[in-house]
């Protein structure tokens, strides 16, 4: 199974959401980006779950980001799959995402502010922006 680091992104309505730890988290309208890891044993097929957990739902959120593929405020726009076995890169990813942080959504296990993060546009261009300038190849799917 290839392996990786992926970003989510999602179009939300304004909506107050519980999640895991964090507790009750206001999220205003707009576009937000996700950065994940995909370097476990499964690879990309975690993107596939996150996937399935938008057009589906769970009943029992494993991750931040399952409470909001699960709610009908959030919809998942695309996946954008970085390929390569480098356990670093959804940090550095991460790190230089120019939206504004949704403080310790996503980072329980490294040592980022955040892996979530709130555009008022749709962050396509900077996600692939971001990519390109670490010099990485990437894969874009828009999800329907």
């Given amino acids: 199974m290839d392996k990786g680091s992926y970003c989510l992104i999602l179009a939300g309505g304004e ?4 999640i895991g730890s964090l507790g009750g988290t206001w999220f205003p309208q707009g576009w937000y980006v996700y950065c994940g890891s995909a ?3 499964g690879g990309f097929a975690r993107v596939r779950r996150h996937v399935r957990v938008f057009k589906t ?3 029992s959120p494993t991750w931040h980001i399952d409470h909001l593929l699960s709610s009908p405020a959030f919809s998942l726009a695309a996946a954008v799959c970085i ?3 480098d ?3 959804e940090c550095h990813v991460a790190s230089l995402l120019s939206g504004r942080p949704c403080p310790g959504f996503g980072c329980s296990d490294c040592r980022c502010h955040s892996h979530l993060f709130f555009y008022p546009e749709d962050p396509k261009d900077d996600v ?3 990519i390109q300038s670490l010099g990485l190849p990437a894969a874009i799917k828009t999800i329907n």
């Fill in 15 to 18: 909506s107050c959401i519980t």
């Fill in 128 to 130: 692939l922006s971001v």
């Fill in 87 to 89: 356990p670093e890169t």
């Fill in 57 to 59: 739902g769970v009943s």
């Fill in 39 to 41: 370097q476990g044993p």
């Fill in 83 to 85: 390929p390569g076995y």
